[in-house]
């Protein structure tokens, strides 16, 4: 049964994470076309019109591949988690059912629009298709960080004569305080991922010399919003989010910063490999007190650690949430030192020649999704031993009629598929960077100029 347990959970860990490659990006690039588009009504720019539509179509091929594989994820609740669907359904399924019907269908209608509808809408209506297909976009997230957030701090429900949980209120459930915070955390995430793919682009071609007016559009938007949302990440969404696990997962924040014994004036680990065995962390390197700072606004504050709570209680694999969030907390410092770096080097008009400048940024494309990846086993991995916490672990929650032979023979299968819808998504982004944006003609950029003076 236990081999089960871990082949259920393997399955959809995989399926999810493989999946969120896609939506992070599109959810990024979503907000970044509607800043392309916005400039470039304003000032009637049709360098900033056509990288607006080149973006538009690296999202749609993201979006087909965030469909494809994201569905899936929808039936192994029933094929996988059978008894947690029958648990918690009755609340879940509200904001499940909404994200299919409303937000999914808001943005697949409005990203027709905007990718076949540019010479058949006015450009405001245009404009407009682009806001729909953001506002769907990031709907559609808030709707799965809720279905989350429920699982991480349950709220707005009640315990039905069958020992499942229905829904009692349902603004209670969906404004959950734990979501809110989740969801602006999860979105900055998602810009940054957008913006450092753009802002990759833009110095590929700026290092290759092609389309560099692309280029230096694409740097520029590209870091600005990454600064921006950089920022954002650490100070207040990962600041309240933090606050959230200190008041409502304390096990939680002492597995994830390697406390194994509670103390006064707490230090914050930089480096250091957690011994399970021997309950202490070896090696380490820590500024002393600034846990306690940063999780009770006090140099002295007690944080209470993993031996205040049972074993059973702990999260199950403590070294991978430990390395998994500093790693997510790592990436996330370099990226605001690389964003301030590139944004003084915009200010000063320096980083479309500083060539080592474009490498970094060139080079930095994979590391957003890397982060990404941490944040959620951060968060998956820190709510463990409860799939509802407090109220239903793990272990009581997979369909015990779906044996781990069959759960792998499914695993390998998803495996095999998804591995061949990567490698396609790779060659079809790759070809559309290649072809590279339309060509403007430059007397439309002049006249659009003398128009706008």
């Known amino acids: 049964m236990e081999s089960a347990l871990l082949i259920h959970r393997l399955h959809f860990a995989f399926t999810a994470t493989f999946h969120y490659l896609f939506p992070q990006l ?22 900033y019109n056509q990288a607006a539509r080149f973006w538009g179509k690296i999202f749609g091929i993201n979006f087909v591949l965030g469909v494809v594989t994201g569905i899936p994820m929808e039936f192994q609740f029933g094929t996988n988690w059978s008894v947690f669907s029958r648990f918690a359904g009755g609340v879940i399924g509200q904001t499940l059912a909404m994200e299919g019907m409303f937000a999914f269908f808001l943005e697949s209608a409005f990203l027709g629009l905007f990718l076949y509808g540019e010479k058949k809408l006015s450009p405001k209506a ?46 209670t459930f969906v404004l959950n305080r734990w979501a809110l915070w989740q969801y602006a955390h999860n979105m900055s995430g998602a810009a940054i991922t957008g913006s450092f793919i753009m802002v990759a682009v833009g ?32 100070f207040p969404t990962g600041d309240r989010q933090g606050q959230m696990i200190t008041d409502h997962q304390p096990v939680t924040l002492a597995a994830m910063e390697g406390l194994f014994k509670g103390q006064s004036a707490a230090p914050l680990l930089i480096v250091g490999q957690p011994n399970e065995v021997q309950g202490k962390i070896d090696n380490p390197l820590q500024v002393p007190g ?44 370099l990226f605001i030192a690389e964003m ?44 463990q031993p409860w799939l509802v916490y407090g109220l ?62």
């Open 203 to 234: 110095a590929f071609y700026l290092l290759w010399g092609k389309w560099t007016e692309y280029g230096r559009i694409f740097v520029k938007v590209g870091v600005v919003t990454g600064c921006v949302f950089s920022v954002l990440q650490l």
């Open 26 to 47: 599109t959810m990024g690039l979503a907000l970044l076309i509607v800043v392309l588009k916005t400039i470039g009504l304003r000032r009637n720019d049709p360098f």
């Open 392 to 453: 239903m672990r793990t272990e009581d929650g997979f369909s015990k009629s779906v044996s781990a032979g069959n759960a792998m023979f499914t695993l390998l299968g998803f495996m095999g598929m998804y591995m061949v819808l990567g490698i396609l998504g790779l060659f079809l982004i790759r070809r559309q960077i290649e072809e590279g944006p339309p060509e403007v003609d430059l007397s439309l950029k002049n006249l659009a100029t003398t128009e706008a003076h």
């Open 340 to 383: 301030v770096v590139a944004l003084f080097l915009l200010w000063r008009g320096k980083i479309f020649s500083s060539r080592w400048m474009l490498w970094i940024l060139m080079l930095s494309a994979p590391f957003p999704y890397i982060a990404n990846t941490a944040g959620w086993m951060t968060a998956e991995l820190g709510r």
């Open 126 to 171: 245009h404009w407009l298709s682009a806001v729909a297909v953001f506002v769907g976009s990031w709907l559609s997230g808030y709707f799965i960080i809720a279905t989350d957030a429920f699982m991480q701090y349950p709220v707005g429900y009640y315990k039905a004569a069958d020992g499942s949980l229905q829904l009692a209120s349902f603004w």
């Open 290 to 333: 600034m846990l306690s700072m940063l999780t009770y606004r006090r140099w002295s504050a007690h944080v209470r650690g993993l031996d205040a709570f049972p074993k059973q209680d702990w999260p199950g694999n403590i070294p991978l949430l430990y390395y998994s969030y500093h790693i997510m907390v790592g990436l996330g410092t």
